[in-house]
């Protein structure tokens, strides 16, 4: 396994990651001073759309790499 297909794969699970802290919203995460300030600057919905979108971008980019 070469390192592009290791960073790909780092990639789609780090996007997964981030989809799951955006919908299941785990207390022990959602609570900390970061995402916390994301809150209060884009709102709840606005945080979790952001997420979403950062979440879809790197299982993107981890697919595209895998592809390619």
């Known amino acids: 396994m070469d390192t592009l297909a290791i960073l790909a794969y780092t990639l789609i699970g780090y996007g ?37 979108i950062v979440g879809i971008a790197a299982i993107a980019g981890g697919v595209f790499m895998l592809i390619r």
Do not use: H
């Open 16 to 52: 997964l990651l981030v989809l799951y802290v955006a919908f299941a919203k785990p207390k022990a995460i959602w609570k900390l001073g970061k995402i916390q300030g994301f809150v209060q600057l884009l709102s709840e919905r606005g945080t979790v759309l952001f997420f979403s």
